[in-house]
């Protein structure tokens, strides 16, 4: 298939693409290389790709709505896997306008751009962090979501409802996957994973939230992956037995989905650092903190929809996925990213 993949020099775009460009399919990644983080490794992410003679990449942002149209009518793309977007919770805190414009503006930009060109299928990123202030475990797609903490969960929960409208006007595939704390080699170095493997190495406290008392479902990036393209594969269908008078929140009379993507397993934070340290030799510094706003006490994916819809579930352990993670830091980031 021609798959455009928006997002391509991200930690999950590069991963993605290369599943997708093993395969054979033929990729057109575009992502606008922004200064979020250091540019460097985002530009090191494509070099990962460059040796596929089916893929192509063009620095272009989403939010250029005549440029994206152009993209559109020239390569003809089936299949769209929208992962461009302004990320960071705590980020959005301070720039909020830098999410209106990528995860909004952008987001309706790939909509009409699908709706013109009637693309067979449009796979977008959600997160677990339209769950907000929910208290209910595990997190189930099925469950209402309509108290964001950040205005980053509220653009997610948004792009939600935009897809369905374009799904229920114009008959538009579209399925939303909401992502859950995702890590593993090429990650971000605004997340926690890589925060705390540099300053452990470098003898630097690391800062531990709401002291310690927190749960992630950490979920490695090959599964989120290998899980995102497994949904691109099955197009979204309307769900024969939704009834109207107690509307299903993850699917629709038309053909809209949403699936959880984790690792349907909490680890503690204080087990997540011990584990990190084991695999480092070294022994954390610790700088135990009060809650952040915007921030959540435990995440925790129900992924009962994803397995009965499309077969799959996360299954990388946190001791496999740390492994993994700290290999590839010491190979290819320490000392290079800073």
Request: some cysteine; hydrophobic content about 40%; aromatic content about 10%.
């Amino acid at each position: 298939m021609k798959i455009l993949l928006t997002g391509a020099a991200g930690f999950i775009g590069m991963h993605v693409a290369r599943i997708l460009l093993e395969r054979g399919d033929e990729v057109v990644g575009i992502d606008n290389l922004n200064d979020y983080y250091i540019q460097q490794l985002k530009h090191d992410r494509l070099a990962q790709l460059g040796g596929f003679a089916n893929f192509k990449f063009i620095k272009m942002d989403v939010v250029d709505a005549n440029v994206l149209q152009q993209l559109f009518s020239r390569e003809h793309f089936q299949r769209v896997i929208h992962l461009a977007a302004q990320a960071g919770v705590r980020y959005s805190l301070t720039n909020p306008s830098a999410y209106i414009q990528s995860n909004l503006v952008g987001f309706s930009n790939i909509l009409e751009c699908c709706r013109q060109h009637q693309t067979e299928h449009l796979v977008y990123a959600s997160s677990s962090s339209v769950y907000g202030s929910n208290s209910h475990m595990p997190f189930s797609v099925h469950d209402n979501v309509d108290h964001p903490l950040s205005l980053y969960a509220a653009t997610k929960k948004s792009k939600e409802l935009m897809a369905h409208a374009y799904s229920h006007l114009y008959g538009i595939p579209t399925t939303g996957l909401r992502y859950f704390t995702v890590y593993g080699p090429w990650g971000r170095p605004d997340m926690s994973p890589w925060l705390f493997t540099s300053a452990i190495l470098q003898g630097k406290p690391i800062n531990i939230f709401n002291h310690g008392k927190m749960q992630r479902d950490f979920t490695y990036i090959d599964d989120i992956a290998e899980g995102t393209v497994k949904v691109m594969d099955r197009i979204a269908k309307p769900n024969p037995a939704y009834l109207t008078d107690s509307p299903d929140p993850a699917t629709s009379s038309a053909p809209y989905r949403i699936y959880n993507i984790g690792n349907h397993q909490p680890e503690d934070l204080m087990l997540f650092i011990e584990t990190l340290e084991k695999e480092l030799g070294v022994t954390a510094v610790k700088n135990f903190m009060p809650m952040q706003a915007g921030d959540v006490l435990a995440t925790y994916a129900d992924v009962d929809a994803l397995k009965h819809d499309v077969g799959y579930a996360p299954s990388t352990s946190l001791q496999t996925g740390l492994k993994q993670w700290v290999q590839w830091y010491r190979n290819h980031a320490e000392g290079i990213y800073s």
